[in-house]
C-alpha cells in the first residue's frame, strides 16, 4: 500500500468530461442525468483508505437527494482480482457499498480525463446547462489515513454549498489513498 495525494487535470469551474460506463445495476452516463449535483469518487474494493470511506460515501448517497454519489473503480482488475465486476458486485450485495451508481472503468479512460491519482479520490460536480463544471476536488473529510476518527467532513460542507447554488471556496488539501493501479 503505497499513500499518494491526488493532483488533477481539470480546474474549479472547467467543464467535466462526460462519461458512459457500465455499472454494477447497469450503465450510467453523466451526460443523461440531471441532477443539480454529482460527487463523482474513483475509488475501489481492495484499497484500505478507500474502505475507510466507503460508509461515509453511503451516507452521503442515502442523505442527499439531489447529489447523485458515484463510484468509480478505475484499477486493473488482472492485477487486483479484489476490483473486479464480480468483487464490486458482492460489494453492492452485501450492503457494503450504497452509492447511487458503482461504475467499471476498465479502460481507465475516465480516470485519465479527471486525472484522478488515487483512491479514493473525489470530483464534486455542479450542473451548469447541459453539463456539469467542477466545484470541489479536495478530501472528504479530515481522516487522513484509514483508522483516524473523522471530526469533520468537509465534502458534506461542499455538496451543501453547491446545493445552494454558492461557490465552494474551501480546500482542506488533496485527497489521500492508495494509486490508481494502471494497467501496463
Not at 475516465?110 to 470541489?136: E, S
Request: glycine residues 6%; negative net charge.
Amino acid at each position: 500500500m503505497v499513500a499518494t495525494e491526488s493532483e488533477t487535470e481539470l480546474e474549479i469551474s472547467e467543464e467535466a468530461p462526460t462519461f458512459e460506463l457500465p455499472g454494477v445495476d447497469g450503465r450510467f452516463d453523466l451526460a443523461e442525468t440531471t441532477a443539480p449535483a454529482v460527487l463523482v469518487v474513483f475509488t475501489c474494493n481492495h484499497c484500505p483508505y478507500a474502505q475507510a470511506k466507503f460508509g461515509l460515501l453511503n451516507d452521503l448517497a442515502a442523505d442527499y437527494d439531489d447529489c447523485l454519489v458515484v463510484g468509480i473503480n478505475p484499477n486493473d482488475a488482472e492485477a487486483y482480482p479484489d476490483d473486479s465486476v464480480e468483487s464490486m458486485e458482492a460489494s453492492v450485495a452485501d450492503g457494503e457499498v450504497a452509492y447511487d451508481a458503482y461504475l467499471r472503468d476498465e479502460r481507465q479512460d475516465v480516470a485519465r480525463a479527471y486525472g484522478a491519482v488515487c483512491t479514493p479520490d473525489p470530483f464534486l460536480l455542479r450542473r451548469d446547462g447541459d453539463g456539469y463544471r467542477l466545484a470541489y476536488h479536495a478530501r472528504l473529510d479530515d481522516a487522513l489515513n484509514p483508522d483516524d476518527e473523522t471530526s469533520e467532513v468537509y465534502v458534506r460542507d461542499a455538496i451543501d454549498r453547491v446545493l445552494a447554488g454558492e461557490p465552494v471556496e474551501m480546500d482542506p488539501g488533496p485527497s489521500r489513498g492508495c494509486s490508481i493501479k494502471w494497467q501496463a
